[in-house]
T-cell receptor, first 115, second 111 residues
């Protein structure tokens, strides 16, 4: 199956700083990627859909100015958490949806801890 | 609101037994259905996908889909301690669209 990487795998930052998470598709060109957030013992919550070359579509309740998504190329999408707060501490996962096989391919996730 | 519901568990089964995981969904136009396994601290990994009514078997895993009842299940035969994880049901209306995930069922296989 398709390979998706994320960097960093974990990050600790201080409250008020910004953190950028990269999501790369290693063996395919991803026109659409999805960003999810998962709090402990909860399911994945879709944050936004990232389309190459256009603005991301955010889910209701997700602040566009706080979670900046850039999908500038067919192999790279980034999520920047701006002015992070402790409540932003979570597991962030990107996925690529295949238009031909119905499946979603998951990145390994990024554990963000804001102190 | 598209909803996917699962029993949160925890579900405990002895090693070698059959574990049965259930999922119901509310959106009748859903076309594709997936079961993911997630170990603590890790990203989900795909276990099974099913698109048509009936059963689909892959090794120790069998997925069952009943679109009329809006129900999809996963059976794990000969359960192993390594199967202990959270199992997520995901539903998608069509290709390329977002998935809707259930809250997951925690499974513990007791040696």
């Amino acid at each position: 199956g398709a390979v998706v990487s994320q960097h960093p795998s974990w990050v600790i930052c201080k409250s008020g700083t910004s953190v950028k998470i990269e999501c790369r598709s290693l063996d395919f060109q991803a026109t659409t990627m999805f960003w999810y957030r998962q709090f402990p013992k909860q399911s994945l919550m879709l944050m936004a859909t990232s389309n190459e070359g256009s603005k991301a579509t955010y889910e209701q309740g997700v602040e566009k100015d706080k979670f900046l998504i850039n999908h500038a190329s067919l192999t790279l999408s980034t999520l920047t958490v701006t002015s992070a707060h402790p409540e932003d501490s979570s597991f962030y996962i990107c996925t690529y949806s295949s238009l031909s096989s119905y499946e979603q391919y998951f990145g390994p996730g990024t554990r963000l801890t804001v102190t | 609101q598209k909803e996917v519901e699962q029993n949160s568990g925890p579900l405990s089964v002895p090693e070698g037994a059959i574990a049965s995981l259930n999922c119901t969904y509310s959106d009748r136009v859903s076309q594709s259905f997936f079961w993911y396994r997630q170990y603590s601290g890790k990203s989900p990994e795909l276990i099974m996908s099913i698109y048509s009514n009936g059963d689909k078997e892959d090794g120790r895993f069998t997925a069952q889909l009943n679109k009329a009842s809006q129900y999809v299940s996963l059976l794990i035969r000969d359960s192993q301690p390594s199967d202990s994880a959270t199992y997520l049901c995901a539903v998608a209306p069509s290709t390329g669209n977002q998935f809707y995930f259930g809250t997951g069922t925690s499974l513990t296989v007791i040696p």
